[in-house]
């Protein structure tokens, strides 16, 4: 780690303990030199925040040297607020890997021994337990702070399948705790670490989701019996969005040996919207991914912190470093580009249902006996309410707090929390989509695709063709849901 090379999903398979870490020597040199700044400033008496001066709205109260250890132990108890269930691991690893390459870039200058502290905790697994819930999102102070009990000893970790205190996990494995001094508490907790540990696992979440999209819309466009022109490379490139074009060509090579691609009588000339413009529409959201990605990763590589140490022209300058509104926007509209995903999912699952558009029976029942999908679309139309609920912007709602000081906010970590619901949400209208598709796929006993013959297989390996008696639906819908979400459907793919 040097800084400047994490990308997004650096942080998710560290954060899973896919990879162990290492800190450059060069980044360890700046932390050094930063170091050395920050007490040369302090010696000549300039005002620093968070080190010889208060935070918050007590930044006009002065700290002095022989105190200041213990004010750096109170800004870590008194900012100790948050609240609710604990980040879970993957999101507390994140956070810290994320905190980590930031004060790399050198503009704390904080103890470096801190960072080779966090650094040994990642590669040894020792998880610090710090509350979810309590930020506003200009900076994730009340969870961090919690990160920083951690360090010095204080707070719980999760170490070898246990909840135990900091220090005895440090003590097994030889590790020693830190001991703040100037500055060292404010660097610790003053980062939007947390939620873009969220947005990062919200990203790779959301990619999964949108291949399995892919693939259930190429489903259902073979149990509708519809159109492939559509997704003719010449046409796309007559609109040269370059997401819109790499989606027409998965849908293409999941198709590829269809049925569909063979003439038809019965074909109408045009399908509805919802199968017609998939490729415009997961173009879109992956275009919407590309503005998300893209500037939460110039957040990883930078410094969030205030006041913000200038290596290189020998200052210190207060600065809103910490607002991370840009990639927060970018997630908040990533969620709205999933509301147009979940409407077309619908949409298709409405169309299945209808012999008008299929050619199949009603509801896509096996025989005159049973009922099948009739009610099922109560549930996926429950699940998109929801979902357009969620999508609803919250970047905005904000009050002025430290003593009308800090009067913005994003509520990062709810922007998040609620795309994540999406998520959950929207595998549940995809499930549904998935039944429809799979049953009139078997119902018209054709030739697939290669990519969705598979898929076919690999869902009917978990739920079987409804045949004979209605059964209970709920079994089904879940086990898909759960199937889906964990990348089932994706397989050798």
Not at 129 to 150: M, Q, T, W, Y
């Amino acid at each position: 780690m040097t800084g400047r090379n994490l990308s997004a999903s650096d942080v998710c398979n560290i954060a899973r303990g896919l990879c162990k870490v290492s800190v450059s020597t060069e980044a360890i040199e700046r932390l050094v030199e930063s170091r050395k700044l920050v007490f040369e400033l302090s010696d000549k008496g300039v005002p620093i925040y968070g080190c010889n001066r208060g935070v918050g709205w007590n930044k006009d109260k002065k700290v002095t040297k022989e105190f200041v250890s213990q004010f750096n132990k109170n800004m870590l108890h008194s900012h100790s607020v948050g609240v609710g269930e604990s980040a879970s691991i993957e999101e507390a690893r994140g956070a810290m890997v994320i905190r980590l390459n930031n004060l790399l870039v050198g503009c704390t200058g904080l103890s470096p021994e801190i960072v080779q502290l966090m650094a040994e905790m990642l590669n040894r697994s020792i998880t610090p337990l710090f509350p979810k819930r309590g930020s506003v999102g200009e900076a994730d102070i009340v969870n961090l702070s919690h990160l920083g009990l951690v360090l010095i000893g204080e707070g719980k970790v999760l170490y070898k399948g246990a909840v135990v205190l900091a220090a005895e996990a440090f003590a097994k494995e030889g590790l020693e705790p830190v001991v703040l001094l100037e500055k060292d508490g404010l660097a610790i907790l003053s980062s939007n670490a947390l939620s873009a540990a969220m947005a990062c696992e919200a990203y790779h979440e959301t990619e999964v989701l949108m291949h399995t999209a892919d693939m259930i819309s190429c489903m259902s466009l073979e149990g509708l019996n519809g159109n492939v022109s559509p997704l003719r490379d010449g046409a796309q490139r007559q609109r040269p969005y370059p997401r819109q074009i790499e989606t027409a060509a998965a849908l293409r090579s999941y198709l590829e040996g269809s049925y569909l691609y063979e003439p038809s009588e019965g074909r109408p000339l045009q399908d509805p919207l919802s199968f017609r413009c998939v490729s415009q529409v997961h173009g879109a959201v992956r275009t919407a991914m590309d503005y998300a990605r893209e500037n939460l990763e110039i957040h990883l590589n930078a410094s969030d912190d205030n006041p913000c140490l200038l290596l290189e022209e020998r200052d210190i300058t207060s600065c809103g470093n910490f607002d991370p509104l840009v990639w927060v926007l970018g997630m908040q509209n990533l969620s709205v580009a999933l509301s147009h995903v979940s409407k077309m999912s619908c949409l298709r699952s409405l169309k299945l249902a209808m012999p008008g558009f299929t050619g199949l029976t009603r509801h896509l029942t096996p025989n005159d006996d049973t009922i099948a999908f009739s009610t099922i679309q109560k549930t996926y139309a429950s699940m998109d309410a929801e979902i357009r609920l969620l999508a609803n912007p919250v970047s905005m709602d904000t009050f002025p707090l430290a003593g009308g000081m800090e009067d913005i906010s994003t509520n990062a970590p709810l922007v998040m929390e609620k795309h994540m619901k999406i998520i959950d949400d929207l595998y549940y209208v995809l499930a549904v989509e998935g039944i429809h598709a799979a049953q009139a796929m078997n119902l018209r006993g054709a030739h697939y695709g290669k990519g969705t013959q598979a898929a076919l297989k690999r869902l009917r390996g978990v739920v079987p063709f409804y045949s004979s008696d209605d059964r209970v639906l709920t079994d089904d819908i879940e086990a898909i849901h759960d199937f889906l979400k964990g990348g089932g459907l994706l397989a050798d793919q």
